[in-house]
């Protein structure tokens, strides 16, 4: 569903991203790990788009793709649930799920059963404003919105990072739940090792902005990778 090669990143004069080639797939878990500042964020803004990739492709759909901005990449049928979450606090829950209309036919401006089905609380505090809600909810709330779109690839930044265990468990279920459904390709950044490996179908570890490591689960034992993220 979506492929990077030889993709590179710049911070001014320092390069980030050195030469990602990886591929993720429709109805997959891809897990990017590796310890914190080795690039795992800058992968993923180099593919929304929030921050312009420097050199190398990204493949969406066995098309490559022009440098673009992130809403343009949104179009394309990218989501992304970011590291933050980064909801509207003064908007509503229901008001911030509707800011995903934006990229949606006005035909399909509803939220569908399933978020409400999945993520029960999101009904019951419809009008709850979203700087109100905990972090766990908060983290719902994101999750909500980026499905609401209707995504090809679904990009999430740390998705376990300051939750309670209750709601780990929650998302762990809804990520497992899109994976079945088998029309999304879903890129999983992750530093929660046993949530990652649970749920990952491919991995890639980066050190220095590059690919240390690389398989699948039938390629790469639970040892192996735990030794590579934790060098």
Known sequence: MIRTENLTLHYGGSQILHGITMEARAGEVTCVMGTNGVGKTSLLKALAGTHPRSGGKVIMGGQALPVLRPQDMARQGLAVVPQGRMIFPLLTVRENMETAYALLPKSDHRIPDEIFELFPILKEFLH?????????????????????????????????????????????????????KGDMAIILVEQYFDFAYDLADRFYVLKRGAVALEGTRSTLTQERLRATVSV
Do not use: C
């Open 128 to 180: 709850r404003r979203g700087g109100d809600l905990s972090g766990g909810q908060q983290q719902q709330l994101a999750i909500a919105r980026a499905m609401i779109m209707k995504p090809k690839v679904l990009l999430m930044d740390e998705p376990t990072e300051g939750i309670q265990p209750n709601i780990i468990q929650q998302i762990g279920r809804v990520i497992a739940y899109l994976k079945a």
